[in-house]
């Protein structure tokens, strides 16, 4: 049986992700880079989080895939803030993903901690939080909620002043 770790970067392969941008800390984040080595998916270390949404996002728009991210946790997540926005702004399809403390670890341990859902709820259409380690195997039935079947993406019309740019009266 794969790993989560495994699972996950399987989804992101199944979505069309052509790599995966971001600045690893440790833990399930280096589980996440050796287990898109292992499956071809080119890792792109990037400078700072901001910056990694930024490049994920252009490349989902050029590609029409999502761009994906990775981050550390805590002030990772924070810094990633102005790069999801421009993602959310300029509606491009971006996956985002953060490591966070164990779930037992979380009442004792301020190093790092930041409520991850509550900053990124105003500038991400949705979150999900997995509460397993990385490395731990899965079953079947839980890749299909890790995955659930792709979406196609919406497209909205052209705002009216948009077609009309460059045209001659």
Do not use: K
Request: proline residues 9%; glycine residues 10%; positive net charge.
């Amino acid at each position: 049986m794969p790993t989560v770790a495994e699972t996950l970067i399987e989804g992101l392969r199944r979505a069309g992700v052509t790599r995966l941008f971001g600045v690893p800390g440790g833990g399930s984040n280096l589980e996440l880079i050796e287990a898109a080595r292992a499956q071809g998916l080119p890792f792109v270390l990037c400078h700072q989080e901001s910056a990694a949404c930024i490049m994920a996002a252009v490349t989902g728009e050029l590609t029409g895939a999502p761009g994906a991210v990775l981050s550390t946790l805590g002030p990772g997540v924070a810094a990633s803030a102005t790069g999801l926005a421009h993602a959310l702004l300029d509606r491009s399809p971006l996956i985002y993903l953060s490591d966070r403390h164990p779930a037992g670890a979380r009442a004792f341990d301020t190093h790092q901690a930041l409520n991850h859902a509550a900053l990124v709820a105003p500038i991400a259409r949705s979150h999900e939080v997995l509460f397993t380690s990385i490395s731990r195997r899965t079953s079947p039935g839980s890749r299909q909620r890790l995955w659930p079947q792709r979406r196609r993406p919406r497209r909205l019309p052209s705002p009216p002043w948009r077609t009309s740019i460059g045209r001659r009266p």
